[in-house]
């Protein structure tokens, strides 16, 4: 972690460790310079084409999300002592997959079985989506979070909406432009944020949009790569009164390099933040961290390492 890293507000606490960047918006952060594009497959009018391209990448950073995300509910009612809907916000939430894996006893793998399968291939859009819509209805688990999802992708999110995925969706870009009224609205009562690699594309512009609309305590779970700096969304995170976080025992497998070159330029980046790559991008992964991020009574009583730990063993 870099000096000036040391200062944002981040909590720090030893190191260790071994994650998909999510494929973003066409606008591509100067972070992400670099980065292989996965502009044809992000915004299409359903996920089948998303799965098959990110196949052969052994993308999986919703899959290592996915246990995490359903401690930190529990965890959230602890320390606020409400037993009700918890409210999230997935931010980069794409075709609402995190949200699937949240709320719905399936796995990522059963993802890229359903969405990857020929019979899936052959079916219309709206086939697709009847189809999807029963399944998801079927599968859904007792006491699922409230879930609103936001992205720049407003195919990708009009399917999430239309197969019951989403509660609400927002296809908008607040790098942009400000929240829309609607979306204004359904922030008041987020109480969790997630995100699993869109950090970079969205910056700190964005997250103080929507922190100043939540109306109350609010908890920001991140999945970062390690070639991103968190240190200014960690300052921006502070201002709104919140204590960072960083999970130190492990690291989390993204997904493969495409190719060589983009190996190289994150090897290039992660040396950039003072860090090594050696075991992990050096070995043809792009790897991610977690960050959390928490009013300081909530990360005292519930320290990231001690929920991560939790979440895996």
Same mark, same amino acid.
């Given at each position: 972690?870099?000096?000036?890293?040391?200062?944002?507000?981040?909590?720090?606490?030893?190191?260790?460790?071994?994650?998909?960047?999510?494929?973003?918006?066409?606008?591509?952060?100067?972070?992400?310079?670099?980065?292989?594009?996965?502009?044809?497959?992000?915004?299409?009018?359903?996920?089948?084409?998303?799965?098959?391209?990110?196949?052969?990448?052994?993308?999986?950073?919703?899959?290592?999300?996915?246990?995490?995300?359903?401690?930190?509910?529990?965890?959230?009612?602890?320390?606020?002592?409400?037993?009700?809907?918890?409210?999230?916000?997935?931010?980069?939430?794409?075709?609402?997959?995190?949200?699937?894996?949240?709320?719905?006893?399936?796995? @990522?793998? =059963?993802?890229?079985? &359903?969405?990857?399968?020929?019979?899936?291939? !052959?079916? $219309? *859009?709206?086939? #697709?989506?009847? %189809?999807?819509?029963?399944?998801?209805?079927?599968?859904?688990?007792?006491?699922?979070?409230?879930?609103?999802?936001?992205?720049?992708?407003?195919?990708?999110?009009?399917?999430?909406?239309?197969?019951?995925?989403?509660?609400?969706?927002?296809?908008?870009?607040?790098?942009?432009?400000?929240?829309?009224?609607?979306?204004?609205?359904?922030?008041?009562?987020?109480?969790?944020?997630?995100?699993?690699?869109?950090?970079?594309?969205?910056?700190?512009?964005?997250?103080?949009?929507?922190?100043?609309?939540?109306?109350?305590?609010?908890?920001?779970?991140?999945?970062?790569?390690?070639?991103?700096?968190?240190?200014? @969304?960690? =300052?921006?995170?502070? &201002?709104?009164?919140?204590?960072?976080?960083? !999970?130190? $025992? *492990?690291?989390? #497998?993204?997904? %493969?390099?495409?190719?060589?070159?983009?190996?190289?330029?994150?090897?290039?980046?992660?040396?950039?933040?003072?860090?090594?790559?050696?075991?992990?991008?050096?070995?043809?992964?792009?790897?991610?961290?977690?960050?959390?991020?928490?009013?300081?009574?909530?990360?005292?009583?519930?320290?990231?390492?001690?929920?991560?730990?939790?979440?895996?063993?």
């Amino acid at each position: 972690m870099t000096a000036r890293t040391a200062m944002t507000g981040i909590q720090d606490k030893a190191q260790q460790g071994h994650s998909h960047q999510r494929p973003g918006p066409s606008r591509p952060s100067p972070l992400y310079q670099g980065k292989t594009s996965f502009d044809d497959i992000y915004d299409q009018p359903d996920p089948r084409d998303y799965f098959r391209g990110l196949r052969p990448l052994e993308y999986q950073i919703p899959h290592h999300a996915q246990r995490i995300f359903q401690r930190l509910l529990p965890a959230l009612g602890a320390v606020t002592g409400r037993d009700q809907q918890v409210r999230v916000l997935d931010v980069c939430c794409s075709y609402g997959i995190n949200a699937a894996l949240l709320n719905h006893d399936v796995t @990522l793998d =059963d993802l890229y079985h &359903r969405y990857t399968d020929p019979r899936a291939a !052959a079916l $219309s *859009r709206d086939e #697709l989506i009847e %189809r999807d819509r029963a399944f998801y209805a079927r599968n859904r688990l007792p006491g699922a979070a409230h879930m609103t999802g936001l992205d720049a992708a407003r195919n990708a999110v009009a399917y999430a909406r239309a197969v019951g995925l989403l509660d609400e969706g927002f296809g908008e870009d607040l790098e942009l432009t400000d929240p829309s009224p609607a979306l204004v609205r359904a922030l008041g009562p987020v109480e969790l944020i997630t995100v699993t690699g869109g950090v970079g594309y969205v910056t700190s512009q964005t997250f103080d949009k929507l922190l100043s609309h939540i109306e109350g305590p609010v908890w920001v779970a991140a999945f970062v790569l390690r070639t991103v700096d968190y240190g200014s @969304l960690a =300052d921006t995170l502070a &201002r709104h009164g919140l204590v960072t976080q960083r !999970a130190t $025992s *492990r690291t989390f #497998l993204q997904r %493969r390099f495409s190719d060589a070159r983009e190996q190289q330029n994150a090897i290039e980046a992660v040396l950039a933040t003072d860090r090594s790559p050696e075991g992990k991008e050096t070995d043809g992964f792009y790897h991610s961290e977690l960050y959390l991020s928490r009013p300081a009574e909530h990360a005292a009583a519930f320290p990231a390492d001690e929920i991560l730990d939790r979440a895996i063993h």
